[in-house]
């Protein structure tokens, strides 16, 4: 933090705030409606987000950290290196630090961030087209090209309440409440400054230079670009007069003054303090400090909320201490999923946080699964439909685990509790988990979650047997446990996208499956009663086959037929086959028929019912097994 490079002089001689920005900018891409962004795979070293404007002359903070990534090679990743250095920088300036969280993969590139925008792939999957910069959800930016709050303000123009709205929303897609939110933005701008020396910019970014981004234009001779000459954001100045310390200042400094706004050395409208408050005559104007405040600092003071915290951690340095080192925790840990997920021991490793919703321990001995497959086959028998509704339950279950954050999943089965029980998908589900709860009385140690996937997993395996075209062996893992209650599920509703078809492959991608086994899993049994609760006139399933046997007929049925949009009494969309009143579709359904990267493997699977179950087969016990960071 204090060794000074020639190659990038630090501020102050701390690269601390350079350490933190670079951080919370890898960090803060998180976005809670589909789990992705965040510093996991540390996707900020490549493009799209290496040349996001946000992220002007973080290459530079990068290559300071080179020689330890070089000392410690594969052992140590660019994404924990990255967090390490943040959590360290505040550390060594004196701040309160929870802990750090060890165990980030490094992604390969930066495609998985490609969705995160602005990009075409964005565009395709949540498109903003507002153009008044307010984008809705997921997207975690209101104004194109800056991945959290416009600082000089609501598309640049300098007033602070406009901004109100934009922060509370960039940071609750982060996951943050209002309390958080002030901790971090006035504890983050506790240290460093901005960079903005001339009007004349950092000049061309890694698309247009990528040998050399962000040269800087400001000064000549050789700091030209540097040290005092540095253009980063175009603001000049620090929040307060001891960056390279912790402190309340923020706080303070925002309550404690009267500001003004005008156009600062790098040609943008950024705020310093015109008057001391409270105080009068020529107190009022003297020494005033040379500090200055972004137009999204001053919005803290134009909403109740926000003023609250403010006053609260302008007052309570001991209550500032607490919220910005759990809140800094929870920025850096938020993607990393499961705290089982987490590398690393005590003191440095911090116990398991809320928002990490530990399940309790499995129980020491689980029970033998053999007489309790045993039980459920009976309970099949007694209903032609129960096979499907098993496999749906624990479909539902199990289909909310996002590879992107590695949140939702089976585990828990949080899917007996609102709000996950209430979603209009998971309507009947609380049916079939009476029809189980005489096996789950039979079984002291017997988990839900357990029997909930094994329940799923005895179904499809026995309607296949029934089919008698062939059969599939799947395996079970157990090992799961109960949550007290549904928390965390929220976030994990299904999303709703521009189409049909961008929703197939997304929630593919989401759930970190390929396009061949998203299109198998559609091929899973399903009745016509089931079909029929959740609104829709019917299923493709006229017959036994599809409604209690697993076989390949789904996809025979889907490109067999012509399907014409319609909708259902209940007012759903959905799709009749063309001279066969009886056969229904869901648009997820023909959107397989219409992508042709999915439409190849429902062709396959048509012609080769082998082949297809032992896709279903693999795709899932994947999904099935998706959430578990349990094991030994
Ligand atoms: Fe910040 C810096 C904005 C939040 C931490 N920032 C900064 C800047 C700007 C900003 C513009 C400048 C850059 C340059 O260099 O030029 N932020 C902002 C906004 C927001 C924020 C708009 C929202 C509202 N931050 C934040 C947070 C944090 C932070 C949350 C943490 C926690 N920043 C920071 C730091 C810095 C900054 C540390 C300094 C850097 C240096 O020093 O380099």
């Keep these: 933090m204090v060794t000074e490079q020639a190659s990038w002089p630090a501020d102050l001689g701390h690269y601390g705030g350079l350490m933190i920005r670079l951080a919370w900018h890898c960090a803060g891409s998180y976005r809670s409606w589909d789990g992705r962004g965040g510093c996991d795979g540390a996707r900020q070293r490549f493009l799209p987000e290496m040349a996001w404007d946000d992220n002007t002359n973080l290459d530079k903070a990068r290559e300071l950290l080179v020689p330890i990534k070089e000392k410690y090679g594969d052992a140590l990743t660019w994404g924990d290196l990255i967090v390490l250095a943040g959590t360290t920088a505040i550390e060594s300036m004196g701040a309160p630090v929870l802990g750090f969280c060890a165990g980030r993969i490094d992604d390969v590139d930066g495609t998985a961030s490609l969705e995160l925008g602005p990009t075409p792939e964005q565009q395709a999957v949540a498109p903003c087209t507002r153009g008044d ?127 003004v706004k005008h156009k600062g050395p790098g040609g943008h409208w950024q705020w310093k303090p015109t008057s001391r408050k409270g105080a009068t005559g020529a107190a009022a104007t003297a020494d005033l400090p040379n500090i200055m405040m972004l137009t999204a600092d001053m919005a803290l003071l134009e909403d109740p909320e926000y003023l609250k915290y403010t006053k609260i951690f302008s007052q309570d340095l001991e209550a500032l201490n607490t919220a910005f080192s759990h809140a800094w925790y929870k920025l850096m840990t938020r993607d990393m999923g499961p705290y089982s997920r987490c590398l690393g021991k005590a003191p440095m490793l911090p116990p398991p946080q809320p928002f990490q919703l530990q399940l309790p321990a499995p129980p020491a001995k689980l029970p033998d699964f053999a007489p309790i497959r045993a039980d459920i086959v009976n309970v099949l028998k007694a209903d032609t439909e129960n096979a499907a509704k098993f496999t749906r339950l624990a479909w539902q279950c199990a289909n909310t685990f996002r590879a992107t954050d590695y949140a939702g999943g089976c585990n828990g089965a949080r899917i007996r509790f609102s709000p996950q029980k209430d979603w209009p998908s998971n309507k009947g589900l609380d049916q079939v988990l009476k029809l189980l709860d005489p096996v789950k009385k ?191």
């Design 133 to 259: 910069g307010m984008c809705e959800q997921p997207l975690g930016q209101t104004t194109m090209g800056l991945i959290y709050v416009n600082p000089e303000g609501l598309m640049g123009n300098p007033v602070p309440k406009n901004s109100v709205a934009g922060i509370r929303s960039s940071f609750g897609r982060m996951g943050m409440n209002d309390s958080e939110t002030v901790a971090l933005i006035g504890g983050g701008h506790a240290f460093g400054k901005t960079h903005g020396a001339c009007p004349t910019g950092a000049g061309p970014g890694p698309l247009k230079s990528p040998s050399n981004p962000w040269p800087g234009t400001c000064g000549s001779g050789p700091m030209k670009g540097r040290g005092p000459n540095t253009f980063t954001s175009g603001f000049e100045g620090s929040w307060t007069t001891r960056p390279t310390e912790w402190t309340n200042q923020y706080f303070r400094n925002l309550l404690g003054f009267d500001w």
């Design 442 to 632: 039979k079984y002291p140690s017997l988990s839900w979650a357990d029997l909930i996937v094994l329940a799923g997993t005895t179904a499809l395996q026995q309607a296949a047997a029934d089919a008698g075209s062939g059969s599939v062996d799947l395996k079970f893992c157990g090992g799961r446990t109960d949550a007290a209650d549904g928390q965390g599920t929220d976030v994990l509703e299904p999303r709703s996208y521009v189409n049909a078809s961008v929703a197939l492959a997304d929630n593919a991608k989401v759930m970190g499956l390929t396009p061949r086994e998203a299109v198998a899993l559609a091929g899973m049994l399903r009745s016509t009663a089931q079909q029929q609760g959740l609104g829709y006139s019917g299923s493709w399933a006229s017959s036994a086959a599809g409604q209690s046997r697993q076989d390949n007929s789904y996809f025979k049925v889907l490109l067999n037929n012509i399907w014409e949009p319609s909708k259902s009494a209940a007012g759903k969309e959905e799709f009749k086959a063309k001279g066969n009143p009886k056969l229904f579709m869901m648009p997820s359904d023909v959107a397989i028929k219409r992508s042709p990267a999915f439409a190849a493997h429902a062709g396959e699977y048509a012609k080769d019912n082998a082949k297809f179950l032992q896709a279903l087969a693999g795709a899932w016990t994947k999904v099935m097994n998706a959430d578990r960071f349990d094991g030994p």
